[in-house]
């Protein structure tokens, strides 16, 4: 039998960006193939090349002093073998979307926000196919459908901002999907998802890859994710390919520093909670040549010191636990309701009601950590916005400290805001671009009066950047010199700036990758430690919640339908939907990888 031909052979690809400190190699000279069926994931952490490889092979680095090099040799269908760094622009335009597709990580920054959804999607149908714009919008909501989104023909007329960030993200789906492409680009593509629509998400690009013989270039810093889908792996780090192989392999037995840093950090649902979770650094050291060597004591093991100590993290003080039964709660909120009017007609009659939040009650102790689990759309976030009134209640009270904090004039909210802050989930979004990040934590300060002057207030910002791990360089700098993880601790520094007592922490994690987001969760503990901070932690990844949380709420349709400890929780679920949540986790397990990798093998062997 002949050896088939790569669908993408990429050789030697290189994509510098001229900087004032010089030239910076963002990809240096890698190179790997893609055959068709197969599935082929990049990991890494953020900044190591994963997302440039992929546009630069697109051709979509549009930057003053970038270059690129090398070559991607692709079996175009229309155009036969060619080179896409060097096709011209005007054949690229025709085989983006149709012959190669891609799934941006920033489903908000790619969709245009002037247009309604279903019309950005048909619009790509309506380009490279024959189809009439009747048989376009069928097949749109038809793969709106197939992308789980609620009530398609609504999102089909939606605009944008009116979904929420995973809804934009099955829209992004949907519309690289469209034309059954034959190489599918998926840049991080269930980072902003729920557990339970990741694991369709991934179900259908597989169904995708097995029903058109399509090549998935998959990007991720989730290994979970990656152990079940992949047949091939490629570790990324600083530009260059560490390590390379098949998924089994590398799982089984990693051989790089890095890749062993990886595959440790993320918390599993096998494991015990513990005070710290292991980083990359744990692992590896680089010199100043770049030459990484491995270190000895790999797995850092809590000591009886550390758990006593200020890094004790989710071991619980049993001592502590007693007190904290015994005194009031911190936060009560009762029979709580969040109700948006669905309006309609010239008029604006208000039709109906979307019951966002919908009678939820719950209490918190001083220094307990809950998380809040549940899909995208079940009320989460609105839920966490409404506890600071971000959002205004339909009903019921939030008593905060012995007040109800929904009765507040705006003047006794504004002052009382300092015992309560928020970790948004958008970093970016929520730090003002013109302020240096130091500007940004001594403002609320300013605001609140806290310190006698401004020079005691900038000293303070800066002993809060030191503590989450930045350093003197970086004070004076504005948010987009910063990366993702730096922008959410600058984030946490700006939340700790009022020593409130309470913060609600949306999503923290969620877009950072591996080892920085086992960074932040350390740091979140053992800030919880110092300063006595009581959080409630939103999320969709129950393994964290299980690592971070005391109690965990899991919210469906607006509701709380069941709580408990984790342990109890992940031992004995009471109700269907929480177990569904459950078994949609990637478990990342070594027999769950053998499984799928031994699954995939007897699909391809035409078994399955």
């Given at each position: 039998m002949s050896t088939p031909t790569p669908i993408l052979q990429v050789r030697d690809l290189e994509t510098a960006f001229s900087t004032q400190g010089g030239t910076n190699r963002a990809v240096d000279k890698i190179s790997f193939d893609i055959y068709a069926g197969e599935t082929v994931a990049i990991v890494g952490e953020s900044g190591s090349g994963k997302s440039v490889t992929a546009l630069s092979i697109m051709q979509l680095i549009d930057s003053p002093g970038s270059r690129a090099g090398g070559k991607a040799i692709f079996q175009s269908e229309k155009f036969g073998q060619v080179d896409l760094l060097q096709l011209p622009e005007k054949q690229m335009r025709q085989l983006r979307g149709n012959e190669i597709s891609m799934i941006f990580q920033e489903p908000m920054s790619s969709l245009n926000p002037v247009y309604t959804c279903g019309k950005q999607v048909a619009e790509v149908l309506l380009l490279h196919t024959n189809l009439t714009k009747k048989e376009a919008k069928a097949r749109t909501i038809a793969l709106f459908e197939k992308v789980q989104l609620p009530d398609p023909e609504r999102i089909f007329d939606a605009y944008p901002h009116e979904i929420s960030g995973g809804q934009k993200q099955r829209v992004m789906i949907a519309m690289a999907m469209a034309c059954a492409p034959a190489i599918l680009i998926a840049d991080e593509p269930t980072t902003a998802l729920d557990v339970t629509v990741q694991a369709r998400v991934l179900q259908l690009i597989d169904e995708l890859r097995v029903k058109e013989n399509t090549a998935v270039l998959f990007i991720t810093h989730d290994l979970g994710v990656v152990a079940e889908i992949a047949d091939r792996i490629l570790v990324m780090y600083k530009g260059k390919l560490v390590e390379h192989g098949k998924a089994v392999d590398i799982f089984t037995n990693p051989q790089h520093p890095y890749t062993k840093g990886l595959l440790a950090c993320r918390p599993?649902?096998?494991?015990?909670?513990?005070?710290?979770?292991?980083?990359?650094?744990?692992?590896?050291?680089?010199?100043?040549?770049?030459?990484?060597?491995?270190?000895?004591?790999?797995?850092?093991?809590?000591?009886?010191?550390?758990?006593?100590?200020?890094?004790?993290?989710?071991?619980?003080?049993?001592?502590?636990?007693?007190?904290?039964?015994?005194?009031?709660?911190?936060?009560?909120?009762?029979?709580?309701?969040?109700?948006?009017?669905?309006?309609?007609?010239?008029?604006?009659?208000i039709t109906a009601y979307v019951k966002a939040v919908d009678g939820v009650s719950f209490d918190m102790q001083p220094e307990e950590t809950i998380a809040l689990v549940g899909e995208s759309g079940c009320g989460k976030t609105t839920l966490g916005r409404t506890l600071l009134r971000l959002i205004e209640p339909t009903e019921g009270s939030i008593i905060f400290m012995g007040r109800d904090v929904a009765g507040l004039d705006k003047e006794e909210l504004r002052k009382s805001r300092r015992n309560f802050q928020m970790i948004f989930q958008d970093p970016y979004a929520s730090l003002n671009p013109m302020h240096t990040v130091v500007e940004a934590i001594v403002e609320p300060m300013r605001v609140h009066k806290l310190y006698a002057s401004d020079k005691e207030r900038r000293a303070k910002a800066m002993e809060l950047l030191e503590k989450v791990g930045l350093v003197p360089e970086h004070f004076h700098r504005y948010p987009h010199a910063f990366s993702g993880g730096q922008r959410q601790r600058i984030s946490i520094a700006r939340a700790l700036a009022l020593q409130p007592k309470y913060i609600i922490c949306d999503e923290p994690v969620s877009a950072l990758d591996v080892s920085v987001q086992a960074q932040v969760l350390n740091l979140l503990n053992r800030l919880k430690q110092e300063f006595g901070i009581t959080y409630l932690f939103i999320t969709h990844d129950l393994s964290i919640a299980r690592y971070m949380a005391d109690r965990i709420l899991v919210m469906s349709n607006g509701r709380i339908i069941e709580s408990g400890t984790p342990e109890e929780l992940f031992r004995n679920p009471q109700q269907e939907y929480t177990r569904t949540l459950l078994n949609a986790i990637p478990k990342g397990e070594l027999e769950d990888v053998l499984r799928a990798q031994q699954k995939r093998e007897a699909m391809k062997a035409g078994l399955v």
């Open positions: 599993k649902l096998s494991d015990k909670p513990q005070s710290v979770l292991p980083t990359v650094s744990d692992f590896m050291e680089e010199d100043a040549f770049g030459n990484i060597t491995e270190k000895k004591k790999q797995v850092y093991e809590p000591s009886l010191l550390d758990v006593a100590g200020s890094f004790a993290g989710t071991v619980p003080d049993l001592k502590q636990e007693q007190v904290n039964q015994q005194m009031a709660p911190l936060l009560q909120v009762k029979d709580l309701k969040v109700y948006f009017p669905i309006r309609k007609g010239f008029f604006g009659r």
